[in-house]
């Protein structure tokens, strides 16, 4: 596809990422319009279609496929996911794909050997830290080599609140899988085996569920990338990196845009949720898909990374649920994606 004409794209799940992406369509993007927004509630994918000139509403995402669209940007809750990309793949049609690419490592398989039938790449997966401006710079040094090898990476990922369906296996399905794809991204390495550690859970989680929870990834380069998952935190939302090499270390994350000192105190503001720490970065991703997919190109997180974040998630909800360390076992790499 070479189009000049805007992209016609329809938004499958019209829950809070949704509806955010088809603000961000609408509003912020160029290039590309919301033609079709589906989900099984009626009412939501009214509500939001009605916000967009021209725009229809839908309950069936396979019925929104099968009119004129050029692109499917999926957001729906991810065990939703396999069945919108399989039948996007029935009309050859290019995906942004919200994290998770699907909720387990089976199912991401099924969705690899269907976009390989097709012949050619079709998905970008939603790993939005690979746009965010201060994970771009920190993987461009690393890539400069003067720091050295990267020895290990610390991360600190840490919510507000975790919404009250969240159990213990998803604070790493869901939330280290940032995490996951990100140590895979920065160092250049896949994940080899997973340890997760959980203290006495904090007075601030829900009965049961086991958070904070601290996460030890090996990977084949000789690395170790650890992650603090906390998502009762209480105070504010916050996303950290630390890289720690030869020769120094670098770190990101630090939300120092502005700092104020007055009344015998300095500081700043911590964001409250990742639509506002990730804004840039959710702005510059669905950008570069409108723009690639306008040219017939795929780039970013593709199928493998999904594939990957999820064969190490399910490693680590092992891990979690038996304790020790749990290898991951990956698929050889099909030459579609190397
Ligand atoms: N990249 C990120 O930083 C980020 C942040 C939050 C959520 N997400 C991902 O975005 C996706 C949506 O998350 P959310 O927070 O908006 O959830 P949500 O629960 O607010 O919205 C999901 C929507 O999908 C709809 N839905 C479920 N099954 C469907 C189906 N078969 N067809 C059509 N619609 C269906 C639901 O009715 C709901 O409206 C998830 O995959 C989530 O992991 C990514």
Request: glycine share 10%; with cysteine; aromatic share 6%.
């Amino acid at each position: 596809m070479n189009r000049r004409e805007p992209l016609r794209v329809a938004v499958i799940g019209a829950g809070r990422m949704g509806a955010d992406h088809v603000r961000r369509i609408d509003r912020v993007v160029s290039g590309a319009r919301v033609t079709a927004v589906v989900d099984i509630d009626a009412e939501r994918a009214e509500a939001v279609a009605a916000g967009v000139d021209g725009c229809t509403a839908h309950t069936d995402p396979a019925a929104a496929m099968a009119a004129d669209v050029d692109a499917v940007l999926i957001a729906s809750s991810g065990p939703a996911h396999e069945a919108a990309l399989l039948t996007a793949f029935a009309h050859d049609l290019p995906v942004l794909c919200e994290k998770p690419l699907t909720p387990d490592a089976a199912s991401a398989l099924r969705v690899m050997e269907a976009e390989q039938a097709l012949g050619h790449r079709r998905v970008q997966v939603g790993f939005m830290r690979r746009y965010d401006t201060e994970y771009v710079r920190l993987k461009a040094l690393l890539e400069t080599g003067r720091l050295g090898r990267p020895l290990m990476l610390h991360n600190r990922h840490r919510n507000v609140a975790g919404p009250p369906f969240f159990t213990s296996a998803m604070l790493i399905t869901d939330s280290v899988a940032h995490e996951v794809d990100a140590t895979r991204w920065l160092l250049g390495h896949e994940i080899t085996a997973v340890t997760v550690l959980s203290p006495t859970p904090s007075s601030g989680a829900p009965e049961g569920l086991r958070d904070p929870q601290f996460v030890v990834l090996e990977t084949d380069g000789g690395a170790l990338s650890d992650v603090e998952i906390f998502v009762n935190c209480g105070f504010g939302y916050q996303v950290q990196a630390e890289v720690v090499c030869e020769r120094g270390t670098a770190r990101i994350g630090d939300g120092h845009a502005l700092v104020t000192s007055t009344a015998g105190r300095w500081g700043g503001t911590i964001a409250q949720d990742w639509t506002e720490r990730f804004a840039q970065a959710y702005d510059d991703e669905i950008q570069t898909w409108v723009d690639t997919t306008r040219r017939g190109e795929v780039t970013g997180p593709g199928t493998w990374d999904g594939y990957a974040a999820a064969a190490v998630c399910e490693a680590g909800v092992r891990a979690l649920e038996e304790g020790g360390r749990v290898e991951v076992d990956l698929v050889e790499k099909p030459a579609l994606y190397r």
